[in-house]
């Protein structure tokens, strides 16, 4: 349920989703375990942010003396702009300054900086807020906000769901750190896949077990079966945080049994009865379907789930590539077979590579859990499943 509701908010283009207090706080302490001295001297930016809403801003000002930071902006988008409307109400923090403008609070975005004490009491934080209008809309994409994203050295986010894509490209065509909020499918887009295989962009430390709890400010329906009516947060399973600075677990090496005792002891009822590791029939590799039963002494090409990435060691394991289209250079798609269709849940064939029918569709249901790629003769030959392909490092 949890990614239909982000399929549905990237339909929708519904980015409304403010991350909690304790989960950005959770991630950065994570850092700073790390490296104690990972934002100090530092400018911050919070680009899609609110501080009137928003947790991020409120979090780094309130520590930015603890953090060291040199300056913190932070920057929000035109209501007004927003491809999914929702009520409008400027804040009394807005309203009651002298610049409040009825007329730019709903087309322009606003620039908050804190690098400063404008209160007298020997500190900085969020009390020395200062802001103003933009001149524009406050898109991440204007060359307003591109010249901020240039004057920072960091850049931490919960960017629209709608524009990951756009969003991590402009990250990078300015080779800048970033913290960064998304759905965990992102790792199979073709323009995501190969910063991950590459190491320039890995997993977070994470949101407390893999559970991502959001204040929503949307209609009740684009969140069925998640939404708390009580607490007003809506829950998702499939998100996860993406960066490309260092933290502690990424370098903790996976606790693997070897393909015996998987055979033995493993906790997937799949491995203990099948007593065998299959092989994929149009790549040179074995299916490895659970994270937790990775071989300790198999040295090939291993494909395994995405989830995979969570538990990714670099000094543990290589990226090889992946099932996606364009990503598996170094473990090529054989095509042993001309003809094959994609089986529905339903088993009835979604499309072929011909225009034939498939006669045999009705003879290979699956189980209700899995899509399949089926041959003409109707025998399974792929499981549809995205998959990473890794190596282990000798």
């Given at each position: 349920m949890a990614n239909a509701n982000l399929s549905n908010a990237k339909t929708a283009k519904n980015d409304e989703f403010y991350t909690q207090y304790a989960d950005i706080q959770k991630e950065i302490n994570a850092y700073l375990d790390y490296d104690p001295d990972v934002f100090r001297g530092k400018t911050v930016l919070l680009p899609c942010d609110d501080p009137e809403w928003s947790n991020f801003t409120k979090f780094f000002a309130q520590n930015f003396e603890l953090l060291g930071l040199k300056k913190l902006i932070s920057t929000s988008f035109a209501p007004e702009s927003k491809r999914y409307k929702l009520p409008y109400q400027p804040?009394?923090?807005?309203?009651?300054?002298?610049?409040?403008?009825?007329?730019?609070?709903?087309?322009?975005?606003?620039?908050?900086?804190?690098?400063?004490?404008?209160?007298?009491?020997?500190?900085?934080?969020?009390?020395?807020?200062?802001?103003?209008?933009?001149?524009?809309?406050g898109?991440?994409?204007?060359?307003?906000?591109?010249?901020?994203?240039?004057?920072?050295?960091?850049?931490?986010?919960?960017?629209?769901?709608?524009?990951?894509?756009?969003?991590?490209?402009?990250?990078?065509?300015?080779?800048?750190?970033?913290?960064?909020?998304?759905?965990?499918?992102?790792?199979?887009?073709?323009?995501?896949?190969?910063?991950?295989?590459?190491?320039?962009?890995?997993?977070?430390?994470?949101?407390q077990s893999g559970n991502a709890y959001f204040k929503v400010m949307m209609l009740k329906e684009y969140a069925d079966g998640v939404y708390d009516a009580e607490t007003g947060l809506v829950k998702f399973r499939n998100c996860c945080?993406?960066?490309?600075?260092?933290?502690?677990?990424?370098?903790e090496p996976l606790k693997l049994m070897t393909m015996a005792?998987?055979?033995?002891?493993?906790?997937?009822?799949?491995?203990?009865?099948?007593?065998?590791?299959?092989h994929y029939d149009n790549y040179d590799a074995m299916e490895v379907p659970f994270t937790d039963a990775i071989p300790s002494d198999y040295d090939g090409v291993m494909g395994v789930p995405i989830s995979f990435l969570d538990k990714y060691c670099p000094e543990q394991f290589e990226i090889l590539g992946a099932t996606q289209r364009g990503c598996h250079d170094d473990v090529p798609d054989i095509k042993k077979y001309d003809d094959y269709w994609e089986m529905t849940q339903l088993g009835k064939p979604t499309g072929s590579s011909g225009n034939k029918t498939n006669e045999n569709a009705n003879l290979q249901q699956n189980d209700g859990k899995k899509n399949y790629f089926i041959n003409k003769q109707g025998y399974i030959i792929q499981s549809a499943y995205q998959r990473i392909f890794i190596r282990k490092k000798q």
């Open positions: 804040t009394l923090f807005e309203t009651a300054q002298p610049y409040y403008s009825p007329d730019k609070t709903k087309t322009h975005g606003k620039i908050f900086v804190l690098e400063r004490d404008i209160t007298g009491d020997n500190r900085i934080n969020i009390d020395d807020l200062e802001w103003q209008y933009l001149e524009g809309d898109d991440f994409r204007s060359k307003e906000i591109c010249a901020l994203r240039d004057e920072a050295d960091l850049i931490v986010t919960n960017p629209p769901f709608s524009l990951f894509r756009e969003f991590v490209a402009w990250l990078t065509e300015a080779d800048k750190k970033f913290i960064i909020i998304g759905n965990m499918n992102a790792i199979t887009y073709k323009e995501i896949f190969p910063l991950i295989k590459d190491n320039k962009m890995w997993m977070g430390n994470g949101f945080w993406f960066t490309n600075i260092d933290h502690g677990r990424r370098h005792e998987n055979f033995k002891h493993s906790k997937h009822k799949d491995i203990r009865e099948r007593k065998k590791y299959l």
